[in-house]
């Protein structure tokens, strides 16, 4: 596959985490043979020291001729100009909630709140379908938090349209502190939480908050031909972490290139270095001994090669 990939970076933290993610697509089209692109815009404060914007319109340009664009960091700031200029009517945030939260469950629950970027109508449409195709791929239950107001009559026109392909939408819509209290109580039950944009920035405060390894909370706005993705970074962490780079990049290959099984290979690298013990800083507990992110990077790079080969021979799933 050939395919462009823009990396965006805002700081030298940023660049850090575009350089883990490069690395690990540079070790992904060796391993299937695939012809990446790669490429690097400004965005926040590095684009705001060059240009007085915190996104220009060169590179609003540039990302439209690519594929996917990797974000180091879910919060920068310009990334709402992003989604206009990519027009991306959906910004899903991925959470992986930690087993203390999930009652009985004895592994962690992935939960996802969908936030609408607009409620005009044609965008919320859109919105709308994309929660639902993400739902279809995921299996996952559909949720809501409906507008308050004039927008409420549509929201819920709209979500009546998607209950035929998609049985498994709640009927009945929440209100964010229910989302919030479901999300605390239940969050199994919940799948994707789809919200209008004021409610979504409150549910992703909550999520990000409640989920204690900013590693695995990342973004992700996809559409038919494009798509948006981008680790949460915490604020007080100097240094970004290889897990969330590669987690990013595995949801990238997934719903931006549609590339599952190199998708999974990612996902199997960062889970045979998890597994067999090693932590990055931002990992590790109490007790713990870290290794350096550029050393996880490597083992991570180790394991893609590794699973490549395995995958490429039908050796795993």
């Known amino acids: 596959m050939r395919a462009r990939i823009m ?5 030298k933290r940023d660049a850090v985490n575009a350089d883990f993610a490069e690395k690990i697509l540079i070790d992904i089209s060796a391993a299937f043979g695939h012809s990446f692109s790669l490429m690097r815009e400004k965005i926040g404060e590095k684009s705001m020291t060059a240009s007085g914007e915190a996104f220009t319109d060169q590179a609003a340009e540039a990302c439209q001729q690519c594929q996917a664009v990797f974000v180091c960091d879910a919060d920068v700031e310009g990334i709402q100009e992003l989604y206009d200029a990519l027009a991306l009517p959906l910004r899903i945030r991925s959470f992986c909630v930690p087993v203390s939260l999930c009652g009985r469950h004895e592994s ?3 939960l996802y709140v969908g936030s609408a970027l607009s409620l005009d109508e044609e965008t919320l449409r859109q919105a709308m379908r994309d929660a639902v195709l993400f739902c279809q791929e995921e299996e996952l239950r559909l949720c809501s938090v409906a507008p308050t107001g004039a927008a409420k009559a ?4 709209n979500l009546r349209v998607q209950e035929t392909m998609c049985p498994q939408i709640s009927a009945s819509p929440l209100s964010a502190p229910d989302a919030i209290r479901e999300m605390i109580t ?3 039950r919940m799948g994707l939480v789809l919200c209008p944009p004021y409610a979504g920035s409150i549910l992703l405060s ?3 908050a409640l989920c204690n390894h900013p590693s695995v909370i990342h973004d992700l706005a996809v559409d038919e031909e494009m798509g948006v993705f981008a680790p949460y970074l915490a604020p007080e962490d100097e240094n970004p972490s290889p897990v969330a780079a590669a987690l990013t990049v595995a949801k990238l290959l997934r719903y931006g290139l549609r590339l599952p099984t190199e998708a999974g290979c990612v996902e199997a690298a960062v889970n045979n270095v998890i597994s067999s013990g090693w932590r990055s800083p931002q990992q590790e507990s109490p007790g713990e001994a870290a290794i350096a992110a550029q050393g996880m990077l490597e083992l991570i790079c180790e394991q893609i090669t ?3 080969e395995l995958m490429n021979r ?4």
């Open 306 to 308: 590794v699973a490549g």
């Open 314 to 317: 039908g050796g795993l799933g």
């Open 108 to 110: 962690p629950v992935s």
């Open 186 to 188: 239940a969050p199994e």
């Open 154 to 157: 549509d929201w819920e026109a």
């Open 206 to 208: 909550a999520g990000t």
């Open 7 to 11: 990396l965006l970076s805002g700081s």
